[in-house]
């Protein structure tokens, strides 16, 4: 139970890709094709990732040294990738004060709920990443094979979200593979109980946070109504329905025996390389 039958691709290689937002781009308040749901579901996200982001690296550089060869490569990696994805959202997070909103009580809660993971024992906080990064692989996959992908986005912007998704989609399994080497000593029964036990609370959470943030922009829009959450579900669900998306492939994380590679979508990260070159 919870040996993993398709690890990772013997072939995958982890590159830092370094792009810069436009530091001085204008950025509208509705900046998403003038549809305030979806920006506040993207600036939900985008205000959580700088802390977010940060205890993910934390989580997996403390067991670096106990891994070895090809995954302590990959640790470094995704330590490069999520530092550059930080610091590109502490830009875009930026435009999103300068569009009118004020963000300092969500970052203020994103701080409590961070340091709260962070009094957990260290293998807690690592599989906290790894339930984040199942996430963040499934939503980036969701957005890379989206056939109209954020409508009305400026180009620069989408480039940005594109560019963040590929590699999520590429060190997805980094924190994964780190959990499985520090707890191989458990019982494989403790390690899925553990991983899932983590999911279960962390997916509540997940989405408890971002509806808070999302509210909150409605709030500074004066539009927290009824009427704008049945446009949330609309958006979550229908179109372009990012739960919809993601339900199953959120699912197979409880099966005993999986890996995030079970899927593999190595090809839509090589089309996408060229696509942003
Ligand atoms: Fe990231
Ligand atoms: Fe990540």
């Known amino acids: 139970m919870d040996k993993p039958t398709s690890p990772t691709p013997a072939n995958l290689t982890i590159t830092p890709r370094d792009l810069k937002l436009d530091r001085n781009a204008s950025n509208a308040r509705w900046w998403h094709g003038g549809d305030p749901v979806a920006t ?5 996200l985008s205000v ?3 802390q977010g982001e940060t205890f993910f690296i934390e989580s997996v550089r403390r067991y670096r040294d106990r891994t070895e060869g090809k995954l302590q490569e990959q640790i470094a990696a995704f330590i490069q990738q999520e530092a550059a994805h930080t610091r590109e959202h502490v830009v875009f997070n930026r435009l999103i004060k300068a569009a009118g909103y004020d963000t300092s009580s969500m970052d203020a809660e994103t701080r409590r709920r961070v340091d709260l993971a962070r009094s957990r024992h260290p293998v807690v906080q690592l599989a906290i990443t790894v339930a984040l990064e199942h996430f963040t692989a499934i939503m980036a996959n969701s957005l890379l094979t989206d056939p109209k992908p954020m409508p009305g986005a400026p180009a620069d912007v989408l480039r940005l ?18 959990f499985l080497a520090v707890t191989k000593d458990l019982s494989p029964w403790r390690r899925w109980a553990l991983r899932c036990q983590v999911m279960l609370l962390i997916s509540v959470q997940f989405w ?17 109504t009824p009427l ?35 899927h593999d979508d190595q090809q839509l ?3 996408f390389e060229q696509r942003l070159s």
């Open 161 to 178: 979200w594109q560019w963040h998704a590929i590699e999520e989609v590429e060190h997805k399994a980094v924190a994964y593979d780190t």
């Open 40 to 44: 506040a579901y993207f600036n939900a």
């Open 208 to 224: 408890y946070s971002n509806f808070q943030r999302m509210a909150d922009f409605f709030r500074q829009d004066d539009m927290n």
């Open 269 to 271: 990260i090589g089309e």
């Open 48 to 50: 959580s990732f700088p």
């Open 228 to 262: 704008t959450w049945l446009r949330v579900i609309k958006y979550l669900w229908f179109t372009p329905g990012v739960m919809r998306r993601i339900f199953l492939p959120y699912l197979r994380f409880y099966r005993p025996g999986f890996h995030p590679w079970d």
